[in-house]
């Protein structure tokens, strides 16, 4: 790593995952709250404009983040995205989450464990 500490990147990390994360709850609201997908809903909806910037203040953070940071290690850590997003889905949106999703996030989870520990 560069100039930054390890669990400085790690802690921008996880910012910048749930900021990723933010953004599609924000874009997910707004489609309903429309009532589908427009193109005036699009040009007219806050929350369109509110999930967009969460993901340009999450790249701009991504950037520190690859500038101090192996690539091998940080990009598949983005992965518990995935799970952080399930979760949401599951908790925020009352989806329904099949028994393989679950697993799958487990299995998820233990290979960044796995990336994370050098």
Do not use: D, R
């Amino acid at each position: 790593m560069n100039g930054l500490s390890p669990w400085a990147v790690y802690t921008m990390l996880v910012g910048n995952i749930l900021l990723l994360v933010s953004g599609q709850l924000v874009w997910k609201q707004a489609l309903i709250k429309m009532g589908g997908l427009s193109v005036t809903g699009l040009l007219t909806s806050p929350g369109v404009y509110i999930g967009g910037m969460l993901y340009v203040i999450a790249t701009g953070l991504w950037l520190v983040i690859l500038n101090n940071a192996k690539l091998s290690v940080v990009y598949p850590m983005q992965s518990l995205a995935y799970v952080i997003g399930m979760l949401a889905a599951f908790f925020l949106f009352q989806e329904t989450v099949p028994l393989k999703n679950w697993i799958g996030a487990a299995i998820i989870i233990v290979g960044v464990w796995l990336i994370a520990v050098e």
